[in-house]
């Protein structure tokens, strides 16, 4: 099968599937079931600095969204940084690196914003043997009214500030975790890479209330009767951190700045889609929460397996779709699709003509017999019938051949044709 060793920013590991940071790198016991099910690393739940210790609720910490099959879609939770006490979480932390030495094992810090707060704990971090720190610039919630977390990541000053102090007290890799709780994630990136950053990873959670409780009005989860916004992950969460990883992937300003992927990943195909728009590897949470540490089996197995079938080596995965994101300025308006219904595969059930009669573009006609036919001189392509339709396959997108007329604007394809050159836009026009 195909080699799934990684090398991220000098951080070896048997595969790229990392836990990421929380409850199931919370401990050593966790650590090592995880190592033993397979997963090439971990980032250990965020350590605080010493002094008092953090106090979560003791109430439910998490909400959630499911599917109509209650499988869980997105993951809200209130939780804090780690509550075990500093020197207990160092001690295992050396202890599982001495005997799984292949492994990956990053260790996550959030301290106050002040040089000596960093430098103390770099100290005590780098004994530990651990291969490199993430810094937690993340966290949406509790820790971020403290002056820590997001409150840090949101001003690209800090992140830059703080990334410089951790380069110069450690010589440890260093991954600054970015939240997504930000107008343009490409700041936090720049910054951190400016600090001296050996990678950027993403997403953190985003700012949350997953639902409110009609009968005691208050968000969920409800601590006695009151409820605080909290941080939103899992699948749910993929599509903006997808986009978040190839803005990074694909700017001029931090292209080539080594990035761990988060957010979402429940299959291998997720990691690949990540991998594929520019992540060196990948952070797993709300799939290990929800199914168990087992989950990262199917993600090795089926990667090693794409990789084959592909024959191209991991490396060549990374970063592969990145010259594919453009902006929608360049897209070619002269490409024309139209929708087709495959009448065996149709049930008949009236969803595309519902959505397109109702809401677009009236282009699908309903006949006798309920049989749904697509109106080529009505149809837009816009896919939505294709959207709705509980039948994979059924409706599809047909490409219009160079040298057709599409029936609906008159127009024949002919090549390539974008908006910066197109006669509608006065831009263009001005250009001439
Ligand atoms: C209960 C819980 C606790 C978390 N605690 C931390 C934490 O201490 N430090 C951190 O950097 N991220 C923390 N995260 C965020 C995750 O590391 C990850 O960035 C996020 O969950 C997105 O990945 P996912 O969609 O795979 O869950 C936590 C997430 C959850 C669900």
Redesign the pocket.
Known sequence: MADLRSNFVGIKSPNPFWL????PT?KEYNVRRAYEAGWGGV?W??LGAEGPPVVNVNGP??GVVYGADRRVLG???I????DRPLEVNLREIKQVKRDWPDRALVI?L?VPCDEDSWKSILKAIEDTGADGV?L?F??PHGMSERGM?SAVGQVPEYIEMVTRWVKQYSRMPCIV?LTPNIADIRKPAEAAKRGGADAV?????INSITSVDLDLFAPQPTIDGKGAHG?Y???A??PI?LNMVAEIARSAETRGLPISG?????TWRDAAEFMALGAGNV???????TYGFKVVQEMISGLGQYLDEKEIALSDLIGRAVPNVTDWQYLNLNYTTKAQIDQDLCIKCGRCYAACEDTSHQAIAMLPGRVFEVKDDECVACNLCVDVCPVEDCITMRELPLGETDPRTGRRVDGFGNWTTHPNNPMAKAAE
């Open positions: 990421a940071s929380a409850p919370d980032v739940k965020t910490r998490y993951l809200n939770n939780e804090l940084i780690t996550s959030m993430e937690n993340g966290c977390g975790k990873s993403l997403i953190n959670t941080g992950c899992g699948p969460v993929k951190a988060i957010g979402g990943v429940t952070q797993v949470c709300t799939a290990a929460m």
